[in-house]
């Protein structure tokens, strides 16, 4: 007797996607389309080549306190993962500050007067701490005291969200910050060697990076996934998702030529962005779930890429630019992450990140534009000549970030609420979800929506994907 196999489809050939699409191939009886909108696999984790230098979209390191995500990793790429220690600064008021913070490191780089009054705000935080932080500033506040909130923490975060930090939502804070704080920065300067392997994310310093970048790993996926009998389609945009009221029935791809394909299936898991989403149900919501949908937010990434005629430029992987004079908010050095990804080792290959909403005047920039603002602004931080910019390509990515300002949690419950009703649609993913996820998660939120469909197949009666008990901290990506 012939079964019949589950036809699955997944939008999106992202870190979640193509994880989800791969554990699906593991259940007999499943076919799996992939449908991407992009020309490109990987997401948010691709990598960009240009001319023989491959940039990422901020470069994106392998760390995870999951189990599951590394034995994945491994089965993917064990031989070329490579073990990199972490360098990650500050640039602050023509000064070098190392990330995470570290009190001696801090002290030596502020004047005396600025130790003491960062010191007494510190400790006037502790004894009288902001009952019920709401905002990411309460919640920074009260960790390290309003001073160093407004040296290290404030511009940075404001550059990346274009909100002020009072007006975003104190779960940024709490889900990517955890429970770190001033006190515990000091305990991981002076102890932290014998204490190293139970330290939260912000103090652990080592990852793991493939040798061609980033998205070498989710090429690598992609392959994996077709000859386990997948398929991927790439310039397929999903424009709208057909349902009865209980269930999702097709969805309808745009296709490289202008047409429309339609792909019915058993089961849809969704990582475009859940506002695109809703507005492409058909038929539509109420309207009130459109309102929500339309609240959220999304922060767009300029990534200004350029080829520097000099063979170093600076030590670190990333350098964090808190100068208030510059917009450039981070530099990443794909150079310290593998020598594979610059073309000649004359040069060095940074890519220079910038952030805006969609419908700001930079946003609209030309490439030249962006080009010479990136050079310009190196020049003024003194990190190398306008002159010695020899190249450059820019990348933009409209939806790099969820926001979380104040309201967005009513808007996501609203949206995830009424989506419950379909029974065969899985959400994952880092839009999917409207949940500001490093690639880890996204591939964690991918295995559980597959373990949820294996529940309903019978596969397994209970095998929750869980996070080994995670520890506390914060990653240094965006
Ligand atoms: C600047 C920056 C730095 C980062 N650094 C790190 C890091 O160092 N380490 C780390 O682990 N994580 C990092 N991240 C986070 C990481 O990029 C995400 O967690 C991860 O990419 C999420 O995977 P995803 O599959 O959920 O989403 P995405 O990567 O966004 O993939 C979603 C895919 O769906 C496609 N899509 C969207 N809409 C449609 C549609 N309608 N039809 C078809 N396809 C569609 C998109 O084109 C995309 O390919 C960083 C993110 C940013 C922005």
Redesign the pocket.
């Known amino acids: 007797m012939s079964i019949q196999k589950k036809q699955a489809v997944i939008?999106?050939?992202?870190?979640?996607?193509?994880t989800a699409g791969i554990e699906l191939l593991k259940i007999e009886h499943v076919d799996v389309t992939v449908?991407?909108?992009?020309n490109v696999?990987?997401?948010?984790?691709?990598t960009n080549e240009y001319k023989g230098y491959r940039y990422?979209?901020?470069?994106?390191?392998?760390?995870?306190d999951s189990d599951a995500v590394m034995a994945w990793w491994l089965d993917m790429m064990a031989d070329d993962f490579h073990p990199h220690k972490r360098y990650t600064r500050i640039h602050y008021k023509n000064h070098f500050f190392n990330y995470p913070l570290e009190p001696l490191n801090v002290i030596m780089g502020l004047s005396f007067f600025e130790c003491i009054r960062s010191v007494l705000s510190y400790v006037r935080a502790r004894i009288f701490p902001i009952k019920k932080p709401k905002t990411f500033q309460d919640w920074i506040t009260n960790r390290f005291g309003s001073r160093l909130f407004d040296m290290f923490f404030k511009t940075y975060t404001e550059k990346v969200w274009g909100i002020a930090c009072d007006k975003i939502s104190a779960d940024w804070a709490a889900q990517r910050i955890k429970g770190f704080s001033l006190s515990q920065a000091m305990f991981y300067a002076f102890f932290g060697r014998w204490f190293k392997k139970n330290a939260p994310r912000t103090i652990q310093d080592t990852f793991y990076y493939p040798s061609l970048g980033?998205g070498s790993f989710w090429e690598r996926a992609a392959k994996r996934l077709t000859k386990m009998g997948g398929t991927i389609q790439l310039n397929?945009?999903?424009?709208k998702l057909e349902h009865d009221g209980a269930r999702i029935v097709a969805v309808i791809?745009s296709d490289a030529k202008g047409g429309q394909e339609r792909f019915e299936a058993d089961e849809f898991f969704s990582?475009?962005?859940l506002q695109?989403l809703i507005h492409?149900l058909d038929p539509l919501p109420s309207e009130e779930i459109i309102v929500a949908a339309k609240a959220l937010q999304y922060r767009g990434?300029i990534?200004v890429n350029l080829v520097i005629n000099k063979d170093t430029v600076i030590p670190d992987h990333w350098l964090y630019v808190h100068e208030k004079s510059v917009r450039m908010g981070r530099i990443g050095n794909m150079n310290n992450f593998s020598l594979k990804m610059v073309a000649d080792q004359n040069h060095t290959a940074l890519s220079l990140?910038y952030f805006a909403f969609v419908n700001e005047p930079f946003w609209k920039l030309s490439d030249a534009e962006l080009i010479k603002i990136g050079a310009q602004e190196l020049e003024q931080l003194k990190l190398v000549k306008a002159s010695d910019v020899i190249d450059g390509m820019v990348v933009k990515?409209s939806?790099?970030?969820p926001v979380y300002d104040q309201n967005y949690h009513q808007h996501v419950a609203a949206v995830l609420g009424y989506l419950k009703q379909f029974s065969n649609l899985y959400l994952?993913?880092?839009?999917?979800m409207h949940r500001y996820?490093?690639?880890?998660?996204?591939m964690l939120?991918?295995m559980h929506a597959v373990n949820e469909l294996k529940k309903t197949l019978g596969e397994i009666k209970k095998q929750p994907v869980r996070m080994k008990q995670r520890r506390k901290g914060v990653?240094?990506?965006?």
Not at 11 to 18: E, K, Q, T, W
Not at 35 to 38: C, F, I, V
Not at 437 to 442: E, K
Not at 475 to 478: M, N, R, T, V, Y
């Open positions: 939008i999106g050939a992202g870190p979640a996607g193509l449908l991407e909108r992009d696999i990987g997401g948010l984790a691709r990422d979209i901020g470069p994106h390191h392998f760390i995870t980033a397929h945009g999903v424009q791809a990582t475009m962005p695109a492409a990434l990534t990140e990515t939806e790099a970030y994952m993913g880092r839009n999917g996820n490093n690639m880890d998660v996204a939120s991918a990653q240094p990506s965006a």
